[in-house]
C-alpha cells in the first residue's frame, strides 16, 4: 500500500502517527539482532519503517535483503531508501525491479553522500521519480527528503549565499515533489522554529503535502557531534551546554536526549503542522520508544494485535490472510517463507487442505536461526548446555524454559521466552515439562474475554475472543503409549501425533479443520485466525523434528555424545498435538498429568 494513503487516512481521522527508521548492518550478526529489535518495536504500531541504502549502493544487497523481510517477514508497511548519487541506472532500475518483485511499494529517493570510490554516473532523484513513472506505472509510493536548514553542500557562512542556497533547495524539492513525490521527510533537527519556518516556506511555494519531522534522539555526547557536525545541524546554544555538562555521563545524556526528543515532538505536534513524527533510531530501540511512550503514542504495556499473528501489510497478496495452522505460533517467519509462493491465501476459513504446497526446508535463515555465527552459537551453547549427556539434561533446559531461566529454544524464533499469553498457564506447564513432556507451543484455554484485554485480547475494542486450551510437545515412545490411552478416554479432547519418519495419526479426521481460537466483533463474521488440521501437522512435523539436529544438535561436533543423544531424540521419540475443546470448563492438564 502506498504510504501517502496511509497518511492521509491518518490525517483524516486526526490520529497522530509515527514511524521508524533503520540502516543496514555490516555483519550478519547484526542484521539478525535488527531483526530480532524491529519485531518488537513493530509491536507498537508504526505507521510504517524505512532502511537507508548506502553510497553509490554500497548496501544495496543488504537493504533489500532487509527491506523484503520487514515486508513480508516481519509484516510492517516498508519503504526503502534508494541514494542516486553515482548510481548507474541500470542498479537504480535493478532495484525497482527487485523491491517490486517482493512487495515493497514504497521509496525514499534521495540523492545521498558520494562514495568513496566512483561507480558512474550520477542519477539525479528528480529522474529516478521519473524513470519509476515511465517504467512502472503507478505502482511505488515515492517520499523525498526535506532539509529544514538546506542540504549540508549548500550551508555555507555568508548569509546571503546561505539564503539563496536555501531557496535554491527548496525550488529542487518543489520540482521533486512536482515530479512524483507524494510526501517530505525531513533531515534531523534540533531547533522546532527552523523546522516550522521551513514547512511555512515550502508551502508558501505551492509544496502541499505532508512533511514530516526526522526526530534523532541524542544517545551519546560523541555521536551526537559527529552527526551534528557532518550535517552541519543548528544546535540552540541552551541544548550545547546541557550536554557540555554532562558528557562524560552516559546515562545522563541518554536521559535528556529522551527528555528534549520529548519537548521537541509536543511542540511540534501542538503547532498543528505536522501529522506524525519520523523517528531516527540509529537500530536502537529504548529512546525512541521511551520519547513515543512519554509522548502518549504508544503504551508498552498494552500492545494491540489485529490478529493473535501479525498481519502483512496491505497491497500484497498476503494482505487478505485470515487463518493460520496454529504450529507455527511461535515460528511465524518460517511459515511465511515457506508458504511465500502461494497463489492465494485463506482469507475467512482454512478451507481444503490435502495437498497444502509448502515450501522446502532449505533455507538456513529460519531452519538455523540459533546456530549461525559464532556470537549466536555461544548464547545458544549457554541456555541449552554445553554438552547435555543425557534425556534429564534435555527435560532440564524446557523446565528452564518455561520457568523464564532460559530465554531462547529452537522451536521458538524470538528470544525472551513464554509469549504472555502462555505465561498465565506457566506452572501446569513447568509441570508436563518435568514429566518429560517436552513442550514447544501451548496456549490456555478462554472463554468470551474482552478483546482488548493485555494479555489475551487481539482485533480491537468492542470484541470478545474464545481459544481452546492447545499444547505441542515430544514425548518418548513409552510415554506417549501410556499417554494415548488418557486421551482416547477424555471426551473433549482431539489429538494428532506422529514421529519423525511416521505420518501423523490420532482420532481428527483427515480432512478435519479444528478453529482454536476465534473472535466475535461488532458487524464481523467469527473470525478464527488460529486452526489445527491433519495435511498442516504433516508438514510443520518435519520442521519440528528438524530442529533437534539443525538448532540444538548443530551446536555439538559431528560425532559427539550431545550431538548423538538429541540425533537419537529426533529418530524416535513422537510429536503429539492436543486440543481440549472443552473451552468453557475443560482441564487439558488434569488429562496430561492425571
Request: with cysteine; aromatic share 10%.
Amino acid at each position: 500500500m502506498k504510504l501517502i494513503h496511509k497518511v492521509e487516512e491518518k490525517m483524516k481521522k486526526g490520529e497522530t502517527f509515527f514511524s521508524f527508521e533503520f540502516f543496514p548492518p555490516r555483519t550478519e550478526e547484526g542484521v539478525e539482532n535488527l531483526f530480532e529489535r524491529l519485531d518488537r518495536m513493530v509491536a507498537y504500531g508504526p505507521v510504517f519503517c524505512d532502511i537507508t541504502w548506502g553510497a553509490g549502493g554500497s548496501t544495496a544487497d543488504v537493504t533489500l535483503d532487509i527491506a523484503t523481510r520487514m515486508q513480508n517477514l516481519i509484516c510492517v508497511e516498508t519503504m526503502m531508501h534508494l541514494t542516486c548519487t553515482n548510481m548507474p541506472e541500470e542498479k537504480l532500475e535493478s532495484a525497482l525491479h527487485e523491491v517490486k518483485k517482493m512487495g515493497v511499494q514504497n521509496i525514499l529517493a534521495l540523492r545521498g553522500d558520494p562514495p568513496k570510490v566512483r561507480v558512474g554516473a550520477c542519477v539525479c532523484v528528480t529522474s529516478a521519480v521519473h524513470q519509476d513513472e515511465s517504467q512502472h506505472g503507478d505502482y511505488f509510493g515515492i517520499c523525498v527528503a526535506g532539509y529544514p536548514e538546506a542540504h549540508p553542500d549548500g550551508i555555507v557562512d555568508d548569509p546571503e549565499q546561505m539564503k539563496k542556497n536555501y531557496w535554491a533547495d527548496i525550488a529542487y524539492l518543489k520540482q521533486k515533489v512536482d515530479a512524483g513525490g507524494d510526501m517530505i521527510v525531513t533531515q534531523l533537527f534540533y531547533d522546532v522554529d527552523v523546522f516550522l519556518q521551513f514547512v511555512k516556506d515550502c508551502r508558501s511555494v505551492g509544496i502541499t503535502c505532508p512533511i514530516l519531522p526526522g526526530i534523532m534522539p541524542i544517545m551519546t555526547y560523541g555521536g551526537f557531534k559527529r552527526m551534528t557536525g557532518f550535517c552541519k545541524t543548528k544546535v540552540p546554544a541552551e541544548i550545547s551546554d546541557a550536554l557540555e555538562a554532562i558528557k562524560d555521563n552516559d546515562e545522563a545524556v541518554k536521559a535528556y536526549g529522551i527528555d528534549l526528543g520529548v519537548r521537541m515532538c509536543r511542540q511540534l505536534l501542538a503547532s498543528g503542522e505536522v501529522p506524525g513524527v519520523h523517528m531516527y533510531t540509529l537500530n536502537l530501540e529504548k529512546s525512541a520508544v521511551a520519547i513515543l511512550e512519554q509522548l502518549g503514542l504508544v503504551d508498552t504495556s498494552r500492545v494491540q494485535r489485529p490478529l493473535p499473528w501479525r498481519h502483512v501489510p496491505a497491497g500484497t497478496a498476503r494482505a487478505v490472510e485470515q487463518v493460520r495452522p496454529v504450529f507455527w505460533s511461535n515460528r511465524p517467519k518460517a511459515y511465511v517463507k515457506r508458504t511465500q509462493d502461494w497463489d492465494s491465501y485463506p482469507a475467512g476459513r482454512w478451507g481444503n487442505t490435502r495437498s497444502p504446497a509448502y515450501g522446502a526446508l532449505s533455507d538456513h535463515q529460519f531452519m538455523r536461526r540459533h546456530s549461525t555465527g559464532e556470537a549466536r552459537r555461544e548464547k545458544a551453547r549457554a541456555a541449552w548446555g554445553a554438552a547435555p549427556a543425557s534425556v534429564d539434561d534435555v527435560k532440564q533446559v524446557f523446565v528452564k524454559y518455561i520457568k523464564g531461566e532460559v530465554s531462547l529454544l529452537p522451536w521458538a524464533e524470538l528470544d525472551g521466552g513464554l509469549t504472555a499469553e502462555a505465561a498465565a498457564i506457566r506452572e501446569p506447564l513447568a509441570a508436563l515439562n518435568a514429566n518429560g513432556y517436552l513442550t514447544i507451543n501451548s496456549q490456555p484455554r478462554v472463554n468470551g474475554v474482552a478483546s482488548d484485554d493485555a494479555v489475551h485480547g487481539w482485533g480491537g475494542p468492542g470484541g470478545y475472543v474464545y481459544g481452546k486450551a492447545y499444547v505441542e510437545f515430544f514425548c518418548s515412545p513409552e510415554a506417549w503409549a501410556t499417554l494415548r490411552a488418557k486421551l482416547d478416554a477424555a471426551p473433549s479432547i482431539t489429538y494428532l501425533a506422529t514421529t519423525a519418519a511416521g505420518s501423523p495419526a490420532g482420532n481428527m479426521a483427515p480432512d478435519a479443520v479444528n478453529a482454536v481460537t476465534w473472535g466475535v466483533f461488532p458487524g464481523k463474521e467469527v473470525i478464527q485466525p488460529t486452526v489445527v488440521c491433519a495435511p498442516s501437522f504433516a508438514v510443520w512435523k518435519d520442521e519440528a523434528f528438524e530442529l533437534w539436529t539443525s538448532e540444538w544438535g548443530a551446536l555439538y561436533e559431528e560425532g559427539s555424545a550431545a550431538r548423538d543423544l538429541l540425533a537419537g531424540i529426533k529418530d524416535s521419540w513422537v510429536l503429539v498435538s492436543v486440543v481440549d475443546n472443552d473451552y468453557v470448563a475443560g482441564d487439558l492438564f488434569g488429562v496430561l498429568l492425571g
